[in-house]
């Protein structure tokens, strides 16, 4: 099974771009804080790699940008190109299935970008602005269509293994 799960943050705005045949897709990367410090103590993150295709692309040019938090589904994919100099290169990218909203309305809306003059030099002026609501995003949809509430709830079932050891 290849499976990846990602928590972490946008290390630049995602730039959507199209193939010639009108395909959106956009690379990105996400920074992910390691759950352990280093031996010296320090705070060790991980930048990955990642491309979205089509709607998840034009969900995250519209309503994500530098900074923002994000949960991905996805699975790790390999390729390999030669360069300009005819040098192997290889790649390895987590191809997005699925993208979620970690932020909260209210912590999006002091992180969206303001206008040079506005955060360069803030005055008593800037203070009596309305602050710029960000747009919202669209409505959850069901991913898989053969899936019933049923099947998330059955307290009787018997697991191999302890929920609760976390």
Avoid at 10 to 17: A, H, I, M, R, S
Avoid at 127 to 137: E, G, I, K, L, R
Wanted: glycine share 8%; charged share 20%.
């Amino acid at each position: 099974m290849n499976k990846v799960i990602l928590l972490g943050r946008l290390t630049k705005d995602p730039e959507v771009k199209q193939t010639g045949s009108g395909v959106s897709v956009c690379s990105f990367a996400v920074a992910c804080d390691r759950r352990f410090k280093s031996q010296n103590g320090e705070k060790q993150t991980d930048f990955i790699n990642c491309v979205a295709w089509r709607q998840q692309a034009d969900l995250l040019g519209k309503y994500f940008h530098k900074g923002s938090r994000i949960s991905i589904t996805g699975s790790i994919q390999n390729r390999s190109y030669d360069d300009q100099n005819g040098q192997k290169r290889y790649v390895t990218e987590v191809m997005v299935e699925e993208i979620e909203f970690v932020d909260t309305k209210a912590d999006g809306q002091g992180s969206y970008s303001q206008a040079p003059a506005q955060a360069a030099a803030p005055s008593a002026s800037t203070a009596t602005t309305v602050a710029q609501t960000p747009p919202t995003p669209p409505q959850a949809q069901q991913i898989d269509p053969g899936f019933e509430p049923s099947m998330d709830s059955d307290d009787g079932a018997q697991l191999p293994f302890d929920v609760m050891a976390y």
